[in-house]
């Protein structure tokens, strides 16, 4: 199985392309879409999504990932195999957040062109070129370290996102994510929550804790332990990020009541 990841969105022939490729390699390859709605250069967003997306997929599988502003330039092509199975994409951060929960076993920077489409790759589309082909040979059982040369993880790109911060009275964090729906993804984790009553502080509000969308009217704040494990802000049928004006990156107050 292969996952696809990208900003490309489905207006264009880009994914068909580079699924068109991978069948080229092997036709009998399973390719699923996490998204191609990914905010286009927002590699943030890209690794938010794909830390939370990899847990539910078998062992063995190939996480293709594409959002890559720095696509032409100076910017590594890598493809790593950890405990899960393996990732391919460029070397931007990208893969950070997916790594820091399940670290690397072995990378490598895709330089044996035998394994691209064509040696002479597109300086605008490497999700076609290259990494779309070398998915498709991973998935396929060559060996990792048939594709290029080994690197050290320490030499990988990392994002610079803020971790959420414990106090004596909560956890001081930011939002990380803002999904289809206008909810507000912070960097707090629910873990941190378990027996606790508590609160959040965001957007000029003070918002409950709550367990459940049906806990607070229509069109009310709540904050929750979303699906994924982050605590969220919301609003019952609306957009939080519309109603409460609030970005990735801003702050947020988790208060303890008990």
């Known amino acids: 199985m292969i996952t696809m990841l990208s900003d490309f969105g489905d207006r264009d022939i880009y994914v068909g392309v580079m699924k068109g490729v991978i069948s080229q390699i092997n036709p009998e390859l399973r390719v699923i879409d996490l998204t191609h709605q990914i905010p286009p250069q927002n590699i943030a967003a890209a690794r938010f999504c794909l830390m939370n997306a990899y847990p539910y997929f078998p062992n063995g599988t190939v996480h293709l990932a594409v959002v890559d502003p720095g696509v032409g330039g100076r910017r590594r092509a890598i493809a790593v195999e950890f405990a899960n199975g393996f990732l391919v994409g460029p070397d931007n951060g990208i893969f950070s957040g997916l790594l820091s929960q399940s670290p690397a076993n072995a990378i490598v920077e895709l330089t044996n062109p035998d394994y691209w489409r064509t040696p002479q790759p597109s300086k605008t589309f490497h999700g076609r070129d290259i990494f779309a082909p070398i998915a498709a040979h991973l998935k396929s059982g ?40 206008g909810n507000l993804v ?27 969308y049906s806990d607070v009217k229509v069109r009310d704040a709540i904050a929750l332990v979303e699906s994924h494990g982050w605590v969220e802000i919301a609003i019952n049928s609306g ?19 008990n």
Not at 149 to 163: G, K, P, R, W, Y
Not at 245 to 250: F, I, N, T, Y
């Open 142 to 181: 060559v060996p990792l370290t048939e594709l290029g040369n080994l690197i050290d993880s320490a030499a990988l790109v990392q994002l610079d996102i803020t971790e959420s911060i414990l106090t004596k009275t909560g956890i001081v964090g930011s939002i990380q994510y803002i999904d289809h729906f």
């Open 186 to 212: 912070t960097n707090i984790p629910g873990s941190d929550l378990q027996g606790k009553t508590w609160c959040v502080k965001a957007g000029g509000l003070i918002i409950r804790g709550c367990e459940t």
């Open 239 to 257: 957009n939080a990020q519309s109603q409460l004006r609030l970005q990735v990156g801003d702050r947020v107050e988790l208060a303890f009541e």
